[in-house]
Nanobody
Framework: EVQLVESGGGLVQPGGSLRLSCAAS????????MNWVRQAPGKGFEWVSV????????VHADSVKGRFRISRDNAKNTLFLQMDKLKPEDTAVYYCARGAGDLEVWGQGTLVTVSS
């Protein structure tokens, strides 16, 4: 069974940091482009970051560029999102998703709340 399981969300103060993880199983992780996508309360989905199979070409949305960094460990079948300098507007459910363009597999999401 193809599965993506996110973890690492929680409550953090503005300016703080969190590191999200996404554990992949049921497919060859090292051959899949991976993404982070988020959904703020009452809003639509927003693509955040994508990383290619080798991990050498991360791309980030302008809204998080310079604050977030996507990475992956192919040996451990795990995707990461390091989030620094968090802002209240970063509050959202964060999903990892497999694919390049079409995101055909999604995790269940992890909630990040940025509030004082």
């Amino acid at each position: 069974e193809v599965q993506l399981v996110e973890s690492g969300g929680g409550l953090v103060q503005p300016g703080g940091s969190l590191r999200l993880s996404c554990a992949a199983s049921g497919f060859t992780f090292s051959t899949a482009a991976m993404n982070w996508v988020r959904q703020a309360p009452g809003k639509g989905f927003e693509w955040v970051s994508v990383i290619d199979t080798s991990g050498s070409n991360p791309v980030h949305a302008d809204s998080v560029k310079g604050r977030f960094r996507i990475s992956r460990d192919n040996a451990k079948n795990t995707l990461f999102l390091q989030m620094d300098k968090l802002k209240p507007e970063d509050t959202a459910v964060y999903y990892c998703a497999r694919g390049a363009g079409d995101l055909e597999v999604w995790g269940q999401g992890t909630l990040v709340t940025v509030s004082s």
